[in-house]
């Protein structure tokens, strides 16, 4: 039986949402100005999968990328389908673009925190600060988390107090120094304060540790760790695990499932080492299966950071990795290579942005048709293609592009 792989590259939008301006996002494009403020883009592999055909359908710029390496890894493969898709959750965090994907868009939105201080509820903090056993927190607001730790990191060391601020996104990020602090107590706290958040509908509390000793020093770690709302319904993961598939989940897709509908969950972190990590179980993968993949590096250290020229070339670098794949495919195999939101590293401010996303899918299964399966109006079409080709239960949301 065969098997389906997905490659999320995490905030690589190609722009028109349709609804980008009731999010503030009218005109965010992240791939097109990635490659207008490089003066090109060199992703060979990733044009030959259709990207920019896909691309030209959301938006009015002009994708001059220039001259491309030659690469011919993907000439001969006999299926190539390439399109857009438009989000319908109500937020455009991490985890509704996720568990849209999987066949459960979120309807209904998160809470939020508002963004001025005093962000959180003082009896929330006081009931965290009490279970938790610390004096108090710094912060209380939103902003950018690399930003408030250089702002904060130095009184934190000197208080022990812990640093919690949130974004435009429904969450609650906490910082604190990961030998100082400590890294298991900053997990222990962030376990308490998931709790305590419950009521405020909020969809992720996130561990953000660092390190340094003094303010333009101090540097985020690879030890992020994500505490996850419990999906509210059935997700693509659960129904084939219920029927008895592998689900393998590779880096950071675990947490943003709240660990749930996973047979195997895969530790990784940074461009290269989640390759490595794909390639791996992909190679070991059994029939009737599911890799997952989340690459990352693309919107934490690129997008929010609001830096393109980090974001091109972190692009030309999966795709110079995208042919280590083939080898590995079995006849029957799907890929597909999509994302769950945009975060244009040319905008205002340094939040997600609502943008359509790519829907690539390749195989060699010969028994399939490739071409351009256009505008997609929700990206549960992917989590409805994988459970049509594998005939599972239909999903309640998506339609199947096979």
Not at 36 to 53: Q, R, S
Request: with cysteine; proline share 5%; charged share 25%.
């Amino acid at each position: 039986m065969a098997r389906a792989i997905i490659l999320l590259m995490d905030s690589f939008g190609i722009g028109g949402a349709p609804d980008a301006e009731a999010y503030g996002s009218l005109g965010a494009n992240t791939l097109g100005h990635v490659i207008v403020a490089n003066g090109g883009l060199k992703i060979p592999n990733l044009i030959k999968l259709g990207l920019l055909e896909a691309a030209k359908e959301t938006s009015a710029i002009g994708y001059a990328v220039g001259e491309q390496p030659e690469s011919n890894a993907f000439d001969t493969l006999p299926v190539i389908k390439y399109g857009h898709a438009c989000e319908i959750s109500m937020d455009k965090d991490t985890v509704s673009g996720h568990w849209e994907l999987a066949g459960l868009p979120n309807l209904n939105g998160w809470g939020h925190f508002p963004p001025k201080y005093p962000s959180f509820p003082a009896k929330m903090i006081k009931q965290i600060c009490a279970e938790g056993d610390i004096e108090g927190i710094l912060g209380n607001k939103a902003a950018s988390g690399t930003v408030i730790i250089q702002e904060l990191g130095e009184e934190h060391l000197k208080t022990g107090k812990p640093i919690f601020y949130t974004s435009a996104d429904s969450n609650l990020q906490i910082a604190a120094h990961e030998e100082r602090f400590g890294l298991e107590r900053l997990y222990k706290l962030c376990e308490t304060a998931y709790e305590y958040v419950k009521p405020y509908n909020i969809g992720r509390i996130i561990a953000r540790p660092f390190v340094g000793e003094k303010a333009g020093e101090f540097v985020r770690t690879k030890n992020r760790r994500d505490y996850t709302a419990q999906p509210f319904g059935d997700t693509l993961l659960d129904r084939l695990k219920a029927a008895g598939a592998a689900v393998i989940g590779i880096g950071a897709i675990n947490d943003i499932f709240a660990h749930r509908g996973f047979t195997k969950q895969v530790h990784a972190a940074g461009l290269d080492d989640l390759w490595n990590a794909t390639l791996r179980e992909v190679s070991e993968a059994p029939n009737f299966s599911l890799v997952f993949a989340n690459f990352e590096d693309f919107d934490m250290y690129y997008g929010h950071r609001r830096n393109p020229q980090g974001y091109a070339a972190c692009l030309e670098q999966f795709d110079r990795r995208l042919p280590e794949l083939l080898p590995l495919l079995q006849d029957d195999d799907i890929v597909f290579i999509t994302a769950d939101h945009g975060n244009d590293p040319v905008w205002s401010g340094t939040d997600h942005t609502r943008e359509q996303v790519p829907v690539l899918m390749f195989s060699k299964n010969k028994k399939l048709k490739g071409g351009n399966i256009g505008r997609r109006e929700t990206y549960a079409d992917i989590g409805q293609t994988i459970a049509s080709y594998f005939k599972i239960d239909p999903l309640v949301f998506g339609k199947s592009f096979l």
